[in-house]
């Protein structure tokens, strides 16, 4: 479903696919899932996903992924569902403390280069690449997966020696963008539970908790309903469904399980701003997110074809924006807007620029200019028609290249249909609804949703994340909240005309897709420990 994935295609191969395609594609029908994959359900209901795939070579991709994050801590386990991770290096039923990571680095798999981990809100992934020169290797990696899955120890002695390292991540964090980060999301999460549930914790808890805490959460929520094991590699299929069902079908769900529940984000009620800077931030940028709406992930046809006419618009509008940057005076380095998940269930339209010599003001006016000028008079003809082609020719690459993705992007393609639900139709599929639905695309349909998605003058956040200034220096370029507001209140007082349409250089479609600018302030569901 991600379209940067996608890659060229032989002329052979369309002639066959438009004749596969001549079957009616009806908007009603659900998306059907990839064939190249076996999806299935144990009878405790843990979730398996198995795909053989021959890029790496030798080499399997392994995944246990939890639905569980620091969103269902209680309130004496705040830090616990990040710690619960930290805790499956430090001795298990069949490895004891440090015995697991000198194992996997005596077959060639690196601790945080390949073996590693990470905890977000709603989610636990662990990440296992496994070498399958031999046997033994696969067999054990499938014995870490279920040791990760019900056979934590918690030593007391253990998670004392972990609290000092865990804590050490708390004060200074992975490094700037981190740290940025944890004054943001509160604020961009809108006094949710969500904000009151940052992955890292509190430090009075991580400090005091009792061992009863964790092993009361991993009681709780690591329970084969909410968990799913992948397996995709250089593997047979029949055998790694074999070996799931030996080392996680004796797993049990507890006798009156908790409820696993997913918190509502509220809308904002006044429009804010915030201004986060760091000694080690890299570059200044501006972000403004607008209200949130509930995000719909796609089932039917009939909703991949409105995902596409989303990709369209986003796709035209980014194009207008790195337009501006080939400007003599650009109003930004790098700048765009999209609509763009929260986190699970949420989404809001957001722009962003990284800002160039003339910082906020201009930065701003171009952004808001460019999204209220698609808004008011939508896009032209010739727009669509090169973001059409750009869109199949993506897809066509795709196609293409298919038999030369590496496991590891498929890995998380399948954890997101498992997480969010993410549909995963196949590339197959994918390129014959592009090629008998994009056609049908109108201007006035592309036009029509730009009006309804892209918002007017309405409650927002105003994110300014910069450098922090050194003493002394009089002529930084940080600005105080008020002047943030008063950037977007003057921008938004604006003239806005038609846009007189120029020849664009063909180069100017072959950007980044919509959505990608500024990723680390505008992926809330990023954020991981």
């Known amino acids: 479903m991600k379209l940067s994935k996608l890659r060229l295609i032989s002329g052979a191969v369309l002639l066959a696919c438009a004749c596969m395609a001549q079957a009616e594609i009806r908007l009603t029908d659900p998306l059907p899932l990839a064939p190249e994959v076996t999806v299935g359900k144990l009878p405790n209901g843990l979730t398996y996903y198995i795909k053989k795939n021959a890029r790496p070579a030798q080499k399997v991709e392994l995944r246990l992924v939890v639905k569980a994050g620091s969103i269902l801590e209680d309130d004496d386990q705040q830090g616990l569902a990040h710690f619960t991770e930290h805790m499956a290096f430090n001795g298990s039923t069949h490895f004891k403390r440090n015995q697991l990571i000198s194992y996997l680095q005596s077959i060639g798999v690196k601790f945080g280069a390949d073996l590693n981990a990470y905890t977000s809100f709603d989610e636990t992934v662990y990440v296992l690449p496994i070498p399958t020169n031999k046997k033994e290797n ?28 865990v804590l050490e991540e708390a004060r200074l964090g992975k490094g700037a963008s981190d740290r940025m980060n944890k004054v943001l999301y509160p604020k961009l999460l809108n006094g949710s539970r969500y904000a009151e549930r940052m992955p890292i914790g509190k430090e009075s808890v991580l400090k005091t908790f009792k061992p009863e805490a ?26 790694a469904e074999k070996l799931i069902q030996q080392h996680f079908g004796k797993l049990k769900n507890p006798a009156q399980p908790r409820p696993r529940l997913y918190a509502e984000v509220p809308q904002r009620s006044q429009t804010e701003a915030l201004v986060i800077t760091d000694k080690e931030a890299p570059d200044d940028t501006v972000f403004i997110r607008y ?7 796609p089932v039917t046809i009939a909703d991949y074809r409105r995902q596409m006419i989303e990709n369209l618009y986003g796709q035209m509008l980014s194009a207008r924006m790195q337009e501006l940057t080939q400007q003599a005076n650009p109003p930004f380095i790098q700048g765009g807007s999209s609509m763009g998940k929260l986190v699970r269930g949420y989404e809001s339209f957001s722009a962003y620029a990284l800002l160039g010599k003339g910082g906020v003001q201009p930065a701003v006016d171009a952004l808001v200019l460019e999204d209220e000028r ?4 939508g896009f032209s003809q010739d727009e669509l028609d090169r973001a059409r082609k750009n869109m199949l020719r993506n897809y066509e690459r795709a196609y293409s290249e298919r038999d030369k993705s590496d496991s590891a992007g498929f890995v998380a393609e399948y954890s997101r249909n498992f997480l969010e639900q993410e549909a995963i139709p196949g590339i197959a599929n994918e390129l014959l609804y592009a090629q008998e639905l994009l056609p049908q695309v109108t201007l006035q349909e592309i036009n029509e949703t730009v009006a309804k998605v892209i918002p007017d003058q309405q ?26 507001l008063d950037a977007v209140a003057q ?20 950007g980044p897709p919509a959505g990608q600018w500024g990723a680390r302030a505008a992926q809330a569901d990023g954020l991981q420990e």
């Open 138 to 165: 696969l067999e054990k990696g499938f014995l870490v997966l279920e040791d990760w899955a019900h056979g934590l120890k918690f030593n007391p002695a253990d998670i004392n020696s972990e609290r000092g390292i």
């Open 214 to 239: 964790i092993k009361r959460f991993y009681k709780d929520w690591y329970r084969p309903d909410l968990m799913a094991v992948m397996v995709v590699g250089d593997v047979e299929p029949k055998q």
């Open 291 to 297: 209200p949130i709406r509930a995000a719909q992930e």
């Open 374 to 377: 698609a808004r008011r008079f």
């Open 459 to 484: 409650k927002k956040l105003v994110v300014f994340m910069g450098a922090e200034p050194k003493a002394g220096d009089t002529a930084s370029t940080v600005p105080t909240q008020q002047q943030l």
């Open 491 to 510: 921008a938004e007082q604006q003239k806005v005309e038609p846009r007189t349409e120029k020849v664009l250089a063909s180069k100017l479609m072959e």
